[in-house]
């Protein structure tokens, strides 16, 4: 199974900037779209931003201009580069990626890494 692993949060002033890493191990074949998912405290997790194997992006209209989702493929690696951070971002970011197997798709979830954007 693939396994993925999450770094880079922290304790941010509004306006910083944080980025997240997320590598992936173990069976990393057939991995097709990584994401991002952000949960709040009392909030329904929801989706940050996605990319596809071949660099295709979408993001939350929450995010667009402000972070950026990037992938090493060669690496099995994902980012989240977040820039001008509002104390509105404040959740536990988590890791996803999707593994295709004889077409059917698996997803896998990191432990998530908590984000704290002071006012």
């Known amino acids: 199974q693939v396994q993925l692993v999450e770094s880079g949060g922290g304790l941010v002033q509004a306006g910083g900037s944080l980025r997240l890493s997320c590598a992936a191990t173990?069976?990393?074949?057939?991995?097709?779209?990584m994401r991002w998912y952000r949960q709040a405290p009392g909030e329904q997790r929801e989706l940050v931003a996605s990319?596809?194997?071949?660099?295709?992006?979408v993001y939350a209209d929450s995010v667009k201009g402000r972070f950026t989702i990037s992938r090493d493929n060669a690496n099995n690696t994902v980012y989240l580069q977040m820039n001008s951070l509002k104390p509105e971002d404040t959740a536990v970011y988590y890791c996803?990626?999707?593994?295709?197997?004889?077409?059917?798709?698996?997803?896998?979830w990191g432990q998530g890494t908590q984000v704290t954007v002071s006012s």
């Open positions: 996803n990626a999707v593994q295709s197997r004889s077409g059917v798709p698996y997803n896998y």
């Open positions: 990319i596809t194997i071949s660099g295709i992006t």
């Open positions: 173990r069976s990393t074949f057939w991995i097709t779209t």
